[in-house]
């Protein structure tokens, strides 16, 4: 609703005083009228003296003007406040160089902004979240001084649930059901180790997850943990629950408790397309016919390229054909190698440790190269691999007493994965 001006307000007030003058007239001039044949009393003029009636006076209270948007591409916070009704005087201020640099990174295009302010643009609040430390930031106006300082966010996790259905990709899938894009990506990391989700979906896949998300005052600032999910992927369903083992570490594992924490990623690319598979192919340089070791990830210039499993750097820098390089080591029997790249995450060297999904680099077109992708490959005792289709490790089952614990614990989330597939099925037929 939008708050009514003080003028507004005062002529609503004038008419209201008015209509209570006109009724103490109307009281005061109202004769009775006596019926038939009844003995009229003497007349007799009666002057009395009425008070002036007290008239009720709003007083502005200053309740501000709240307005709420996303920082757009470009723009300053100074020039974002201007548009949300900031005086432009105080607004300059926001851009001095102590609070350009608190809020350096945390002002990026799509951040929500909050602005109080008066009727006249003067600036009670302007706040905005930084969601990865979990830090609210609020500037105020002191004595005509724009001041800044912050605070711990006062979180409210919630646990959420939502399905659907693929008809081209799973982000599509996941936009059609209103879920966040990080959603996405963690379901494929999830069930990494059973679906490919550069080939492997078809028209039709399900899928149902349990996740939680952060609120700020009402306000969704964050997706948290996935907490259950099921992939319905070619018929076969896949399933997935968070246990937290005695250490505190966390981990995926499905119904019948085998770890979805394979020893290796599928793929270093969130979503790619296969550009070349692992074969005998036409060199796209030299032209001739040569095996290729490995597989091509077509993919934007600057991708991130992650690690596919914890490991130590073996090698980083140029080599030949390969462009910028990087082979990373993991254990004495795997190594993973990452060609063509734009550059590498920084400060990372050679015989740096690395964990599973770190991001080590971005894709290029270095070396022999036609266009930006990124060349993969993955070797066991240093023999060439299919990385699309080759046999991937995974960690320890559970077993025994730990595995009864597991299912007792997951059960009710079973009954909710269970009933969000029987409403989606009511639904469809």
Known sequence: MKKLRESDLRKRWRLIAAAAISTLGMAAAIAVVPGQGQNLPPKETILTSLSSPKIAVLVDDERPYIR??????????????????VLSTLAHQANRTDIRQALAGKLQPGTVLTVATSAEGGLHSASLTDSTTDRLFILEEHDGKLELRSENLNLDTRVQMQGGIVQSSLFAAMDNAGLPDAIAEKLAEIFGDDINFHSDLIKGDRFSVIYEVAYHQGRAIRTGRILAAEFINRGQKHTAYLHTHPDGREEYYNREGRSHAQGFLRSPLEFSRVSSGFSLRQHPVFGNWREHKGVDYAAPHGTAVKAT???TVEFIGQRNGYGNFVILRHGDKYTTAYGHLSGYAGGLKTGDRVRQGQVIAYVGST?????PHLHYEFRIDGIHQNPLTVALPNNNPLSGIHLQRFRLEVAALERQLAHLESSRNAFLD
């Open 68 to 85: 709420q948007d996303k920082v757009r591409s470009g723009e300053s916070l100074g020039s974002a406040l201007r548009r949300l009704g």
């Open 309 to 311: 499993s914890d490991g």
């Open 367 to 371: 070396g022999w190269s036609t266009g």
